[in-house]
């Protein structure tokens, strides 16, 4: 896996695992996730871990849901 690091003019940088997700639900890394794992790791079914990845996937890189 390859360490990847976002920065932001004035926000602290911050630094994952690419692939990270895909290595603790058990899927290829060329292979998309499907909703049902993706659901299971943000309820915490798949562990700890993957529960703080499928979070970071949903509020950091995909950005937060903006409600009207």
């Known amino acids: ?3 990847v690091t976002i920065r932001k ?3 602290k940088p911050i630094t994952f695992n690419k692939g990270g ?3 603790s639900l058990g899927v ?3 292979k998309p996730i499907s ?3 993706y659901n299971a790791a943000l ?3 798949k562990g700890k871990l993957a529960k703080k990845q499928a979070l970071f996937k949903k509020n ?3 950005g ?3 409600h009207k």
């Open 1 to 3: 896996m390859k360490k």
């Open 9 to 11: 003019k004035g926000k």
């Open 21 to 23: 997700l895909h290595k």
């Open 28 to 30: 290829k890394a060329n």
């Open 35 to 37: 909703p049902a794992q």
């Open 43 to 45: 309820s915490g079914k």
């Open 60 to 62: 950091v890189l995909t």
């Open 64 to 66: 937060r849901k903006k």
